[in-house]
């Protein structure tokens, strides 16, 4: 059974930092892409950043400069670290899975809210 478990959101002042975890199970981890995507109220969910399996990483426009995902494959962990928060970036985040050469994210964590207050 394949299970994403988000940790790490909160609530924080704008110009703050924070750093989400999400720890897989019941995945090849360290084969699979690993992506953090976001969903804000009334808004379609965006992908925010992804890593491959070797570790290099792309990033939306929106979180370049400010945030860097990260992840340990001995710990089956992915990290999204934010820094410099904006209102704006108020939603849940969600971590996703795909395996080598898949076209889409096949599994998803529950989520964690994130909000930043002005």
């Known amino acids: 059974q394949v299970q994403l478990v988000e940790s790490g959101g909160g609530l924080v002042q704008a110009g703050g930092s924070l750093r989400l975890s999400c720890e897989a199970s019941?995945?090849?981890?360290?084969?699979?892409?690993m992506g953090w995507f976001r969903q804000a109220p009334g808004k379609q969910r965006e992908l925010v950043a992804s890593?491959?399996?070797?570790?290099?990483?792309t990033y939306a426009d929106s979180g370049k400069g400010r945030f860097t995902i990260s992840r340990d494959n001995i710990k089956n962990t992915v990290y999204l670290q934010m820094n410099s928060l904006k209102p704006e970036d108020t939603a849940v985040y969600y971590c996703?899975?795909?395996?080598?050469?898949?076209?889409?994210?096949?599994?998803w964590g529950q989520g964690t809210q994130v909000t930043v207050s002005s």
């Open positions: 019941g995945i090849i981890f360290s084969i699979c892409t």
């Open positions: 890593i491959i399996s070797n570790g290099s990483p």
């Open positions: 996703a899975s795909k395996g080598p050469g898949a076209p889409d994210f096949r599994f």
